[in-house]
C-alpha cells in the first residue's frame, strides 16, 4: 500500500509541474508579423497567441488569450488584446483586423479619435459610420448606472467628454443605483426630446 501512495505522488508531482509550465509566458515564443492598417502605412508586430490562462483546459475554443505587441514597445506602450463580447455569448479571441478599430489600436491611435470618428473634422462627416456623408449628431443623451458592473465608468465619462470637448451638447448622468440596465426614467429623456426639437 505504501508503495502504490508513493506511485501516485509522484505522478501528481510530475503532472503538477508540467501544469505550472504551460501558464508560464514565454517572451521568445513569439511570431513576428506586419500588417498594412488603415492610412496604408505598415505596423509590425509580435503575436503571442493561445495562451492559455488556466491549468486545467476544459473548453480549448474558449480558454486563452491573444496577446500583440507593437515593435518599439515601451513599459507605458498598451498591449493589444482581441476578443469579441457578442451579447455576452461565449467567443474566442481573434486576430487585430486592418480595416477596423483593432488596427487602429494596434498602429496605437485611439478608438475614439477626432480625425477618425469624426467628431472633431471641420468637415463634420462621421468617417467610421454611415456612408461617409453620415454627420455627427449635435446632442447627446447619455446615461451609465451608477451600480454598473459590466462597464466601467471611463468609457461614458470619456465619451461624453470628448464630445463636450468637440462642442456638442450633451446630457450626462450617472444614475444613482441603477445597474447595467436601460429604459429607466423615461419621462426624463422624452421631457428632454421635446426641449430639443422645439428649439
Not at 507605458?76 to 469579441?84: C, E, G, K, N, V
Not at 486592418?98 to 477618425?116: E, M, N
Amino acid at each position: 500500500m505504501k508503495r502504490i501512495y508513493a506511485v501516485m505522488l509522484g505522478v501528481s508531482l510530475s503532472v503538477g509541474a508540467m501544469a505550472q509550465s504551460t501558464l508560464a509566458f514565454d517572451s521568445n515564443a513569439g511570431m513576428k508579423s506586419k500588417m498594412t492598417v488603415y492610412d496604408g502605412t505598415s505596423v509590425n508586430y509580435t503575436s503571442y497567441e493561445r495562451l492559455f490562462y488556466v491549468t486545467n483546459v476544459e473548453d480549448s475554443t474558449y480558454q486563452f488569450l491573444n496577446v500583440y505587441v507593437p515593435d518599439g514597445a515601451t513599459q507605458q506602450t498598451p498591449i493589444f488584446l482581441r476578443t469579441y463580447v457578442g451579447g455576452y455569448m461565449a467567443s474566442p479571441a481573434a486576430q487585430p483586423q486592418a480595416g477596423d478599430a483593432t488596427g487602429r489600436a494596434l498602429k496605437g491611435v485611439p478608438a475614439f479619435d477626432s480625425k477618425i470618428e469624426g467628431v472633431n473634422n471641420g468637415s463634420g462627416e462621421n468617417e467610421e459610420f454611415g456612408d461617409g456623408k453620415t454627420s455627427v449628431a449635435p446632442h447627446w443623451y447619455i446615461r451609465h448606472g451608477a451600480r454598473d458592473r459590466d462597464t466601467a465608468f471611463p468609457v461614458p465619462v470619456n465619451f461624453a467628454t470628448k464630445l463636450q470637448n468637440a462642442g456638442k451638447d450633451v446630457n450626462f448622468l450617472l444614475a444613482w443605483n441603477r445597474p447595467h440596465s436601460g429604459d429607466y426614467a423615461l419621462d426624463e429623456l422624452f421631457q428632454w426630446i421635446a426641449c430639443i426639437v422645439s428649439e
